[in-house]
DNA sequence: ACGCTGACCCTAC
DNA sequence: TGTAGGGCCAGCG
């Protein structure tokens, strides 16, 4: 749980924003980052998926935050500490269709080609007609 | 209050 | 193609 307000403010738009991405893709904590204005704080991203408490209660929980769809720039589901919660990422996204390879140092894939999801802004504040955070041209 | 750690990412050799 | 280093900053000792 954050202390102060700035904190809380990061972590209820990081939520937020990872409650958009849709069912069956994945995208990055560099692009969540990005989509809520803050590019240079992909690993406060992680932090924030990190401290995702199973308390249905809160606000936000495992329940309502789709988690498993965060993976890193390369496309491979970060390992963190023992067994390595990225096995159970990965069983999560293969529940909801997505295909999930094993490299042979035994790094968990996801093909970002096909499940990627990476939009200029967020679905809502398209929808609320706000301009675009994010300004390219292409992307492949 | 201080220092280290870490679900990351980009730029340089 | 692969390795190193810097930036980021909330938690936790």
Redesign the pocket.
């Known amino acids: 749980?954050?202390?102060?307000d700035?904190?809380?403010a990061?972590?209820h738009a990081v939520y937020s924003a990872i409650q958009e991405v849709p069912h069956g893709k994945v995208t990055?904590?560099?692009?969540?980052?990005?989509l809520i204005g803050?590019?240079?704080?992909?690993?406060?991203?992680?932090?924030?998926?990190?401290?995702?408490s199973s308390d249905t209660s809160q606000t936000f929980h495992?329940g309502n935050v789709p988690?498993?769809r965060?993976?890193?720039?390369?496309g491979?589901?970060?390992?963190?500490?023992y067994p390595s919660?990225?096995a159970n990422?990965a069983q999560a996204l293969r529940g909801e269709g997505v295909t999930v390879t094993t490299g042979n140092l035994g790094e968990l894939m996801v093909d970002f080609a096909e499940y990627g999801w990476f939009p200029r802004q967020l679905p809502s504040e398209e929808a609320a007609g706000i301009a675009p955070l994010i300004d390219s041209d292409d992307e492949g």
């Open positions: 749980m954050p202390r102060t700035e904190a809380k990061f972590f990055s904590y560099g692009h969540i980052a990005r803050t590019p240079q704080r992909p690993r406060q991203v992680g932090v924030c998926l990190k401290h995702l495992n988690w498993q965060v993976i890193n720039s390369k491979i589901i970060s390992p963190r500490g919660g990225a990422q």
